[in-house]
């Protein structure tokens, strides 16, 4: 019970810390543009390991495929 008591009173201090919307909204614009920046450079990646070609291998052909 002690246990419990002590875990209310710690959820109650975070709960009571809420950061204003402006915050909330500019902090998840730079979540979102960190996750966008890391599909970027995921895909860019890829396509690079296609078309670029490796030691001993001949050069890919260019295509529409993706």
């Given at each position: 019970?002690?246990?419990?008591?002590?875990?209310?009173r710690?959820?109650k201090?975070?709960?009571?810390?809420?950061?204003?919307?402006?915050?909330?909204?500019?902090?998840d614009?730079?979540?979102?543009?960190?996750?966008?920046?890391?599909?970027?450079?995921?895909?860019?990646?890829?396509?690079?390991?296609r078309?670029?070609?490796?030691?001993?291998?001949?050069p890919?052909?260019?295509?529409?495929?993706?």
């Amino acid at each position: 019970m002690l246990l419990a008591a002590r875990s209310y009173r710690i959820l109650k201090r975070i709960f009571a810390i809420m950061p204003p919307s402006k915050v909330l909204d500019a902090l998840d614009r730079v979540i979102n543009a960190e996750v966008t920046r890391k599909k970027v450079l995921n895909q860019t990646q890829g396509y690079r390991n296609r078309i670029v070609p490796r030691r001993g291998q001949p050069p890919a052909r260019w295509s529409r495929k993706g």
